[in-house]
């Protein structure tokens, strides 16, 4: 069991509310992770394009998929954005989707985001085939967590964070 009156350090702990810097995460060009719930209580986790409008989370899909049918039948969702630089933001609230023009609309401003006229070109006619809805998260809840303050921490230890690009094993 844990014992609750061990606090979170504070390098730790996550913020709440939208920041600036975490609207800034949400506005850049990565891949976010969906989470749904299944019939049966697990989660549905599945990596995903975005668009974020100021207020909404948008992802585009197919009907027929897992994620659209659990928004249908439980229409809430969570949605994480993770930056490279090891920046997070989380939203979690109501989700439901939506349909004909309103979702080719927001086919065109995902698709814009992600894809070069070229590649619209060439993969265009597949995703309309594929993708005929798009899920609307509309989060109530937001957390987000950035290496400010772990960062912080380190300067106040004396460490010289120039040198943190050696510090961790490089992907290869």
Not at 97 to 107: D, E, F, Q
Not at 114 to 122: C, D, F, I, M, S
Not at 147 to 170: K, M, S
Request: proline content about 5%; aromatic content about 6%.
């Amino acid at each position: 069991m844990t014992d609750p009156t061990v606090a979170i350090h504070p390098a730790a702990r996550a913020r709440r509310g939208l920041t600036d810097a975490g609207r800034s995460v949400l506005e850049r060009r990565l891949y976010a992770v969906l989470t749904t719930q299944n019939d049966d209580g697990t989660p549905h986790v599945a990596p995903v394009m975005f668009l974020f409008d100021g207020h909404r989370i948008i992802i585009e899909t197919g009907a027929a998929t897992r994620k659209a049918r659990n928004v249908a039948a439980r229409p809430h969702a969570s949605v994480l954005v993770q930056t490279p630089e090891a920046a997070w933001v989380l939203g979690t609230g109501p989700a439901h989707t939506v349909s004909g023009g309103n979702a080719l609309r927001h086919h065109d401003s995902i698709r814009t985001k992600y894809l070069t006229a070229r590649g619209q070109e060439a993969c265009g006619d597949l995703l309309d085939e594929m993708d005929d809805v798009v899920i609307l998260v509309e989060p109530a809840h937001w957390l987000s967590w950035d290496l400010a303050a772990f960062v912080e921490g380190l300067a106040g230890r004396g460490v010289d964070i120039t040198e943190a690009g050696d510090w961790f094993i490089p992907d290869d």
